[in-house]
């Protein structure tokens, strides 16, 4: 009886070992991307040239972006890759109270992998949060080392989403 026991323990433990790897290998490892490769999708994918976006060089970390059509697109290299992580746990924070709340409606997926110097959270659904986005929203927001991207549409339109996605699969990010 007790042999007994101690096997299904052991059992029960693999199994769960087994589970617990199977959840973290759905979550795909991104990279950070130069900054040249985000310019190149951003153009690429809203058909766009460089004077429509802008780019700033702060002190501590440099700026691209594209807001139009309900679009949010940017990308912060930051100087000191903690000052990235700082700005995405904000981000997941931010993603998890709303979803304790209850202000989002759709599908999402939430990987953070601190270690592993990667996160990122992938939404479509519409959100009531005063802290996230208060809209539709569909897009990413993602952390690779030293540098955030976030590509947002905040509407329900095929043509923006199709844009959003295209520039998710220029950046080899995992799309919503």
Known sequence: ML???????????????????????????????????FKD???????IDDDDYSEYEWDDYTDIYYYDHDYYVEMYQYDDADDALEKFEDAYDDFQDMLDDKEFKGRHKAVFNEKGGYGYITFSGESDSDDFFDDDIHGGIYWADDTIIIVVVTSDKD?????????????????P
């Open 159 to 175: 043509k923006y989403t199709e844009n959003i996605d295209a520039m998710i699969k220029a950046l080899g990010y995992p799309k």
């Open 3 to 37: 042999m007994k026991k101690f096997v299904r323990s052991i059992v029960s433990v693999v199994l769960l070992g087994s589970m617990a790897l199977s959840f973290a290998g759905c979550a795909k490892k991104i990279e950070p991307v130069k900054k040249n490769d």
């Open 41 to 47: 999708a951003l153009e690429e994918s809203f058909d």
